[in-house]
């Protein structure tokens, strides 16, 4: 089965500093890449997701992801981080052989003004 | 209105009784599926559907149920519940496998 690896449950960072959230994956075949936000008190939704297209992935609200084969890794950055992007971030692979999503535990991040 | 729509969005019980949680959709979606958030441990699979007359169990299935109503309704339900099982429940749905999940905004059970 798939396996995500999401390091640091908690993660601060200053308003418009870098944010930078690893996602780490296991997966014997080329997979599929998501990366889902839940802002408070709502359902996951959708930030974006890898395909084997481009390796490097534009996604909402100025974040992006780069799938790195080599290192089986789908790392999220933005440059600048905005108060709005307090929230949970959660890394998911498709697992073929299950034929569901596998998530990571996911990431809290907060924004210090 | 919401594309994914689960009732209750909040519920307390005690230990013993019987709950069901609802999921409706609008998506036209084949594929449900019922997952338990909680802190730290993320979301973990409960139950899947690909279609009306087929169930899988997910990572965490005991203690629950699921019914396929329809094609935009799958319940969850609990027998007896427990306090271990209070967590924030979501139901999702999607086209396929490698297709984007849609979420409802959760249903927070709390167990006494």
């Known amino acids: 089965a798939q396996s995500v690896t999401q390091l640091g449950s908690h993660v601060s960072v200053s308003e418009g500093a870098l944010v930078l959230l690893r996602c780490n994956y296991s997966?014997?075949?080329?997979?599929?890449l998501f990366w889902y936000v839940q802002y408070p008190n709502q359902g996951l939704q959708l930030l974006l997701k890898y395909t084997s297209a481009a390796t490097l992935v534009k996604g909402i609200n100025g974040f992006e992801a780069e799938f790195k084969k080599s290192e089986t890794s789908f790392h999220l950055t933005k440059p600048s981080a905005h108060m709005s992007d307090a929230a949970e971030y959660f890394c998911a692979v498709s697992d073929r052989g299950n034929n569901r999503l596998a998530f990571g535990k996911g990431n809290q991040v907060v924004v210090i003004p | 209105d919401a594309d994914v729509t689960q009732t209750p969005r909040n519920r307390i019980t005690k230990t013993g009784k019987r709950i069901m949680l609802e999921c409706s959709q609008t998506?036209?979606?084949?594929?449900m599926y019922w997952y338990r958030q909680d802190p730290g441990l993320g979301l973990r699979l409960i139950y899947y559907s690909f279609d009306v007359k087929d169930i899988n169990k997910g990572e965490i299935s005991d203690g629950y149920s699921v019914s396929r109503q329809a094609q935009a309704k799958f319940s969850l339900s609990l027998e007896s519940a427990i306090p271990n099982q209070t967590a924030l429940y979501f139901c999702?749905?999607?086209?396929?496998?490698?297709?984007?999940?849609?979420f409802g905004e959760g249903s927070r059970l709390t167990v006494l």
């Open positions: 997966s014997s075949v080329p997979p599929y």
């Open positions: 998506k036209g979606h084949d594929r």
């Open positions: 999702a749905t999607s086209a396929d496998l490698n297709r984007e999940l849609f």
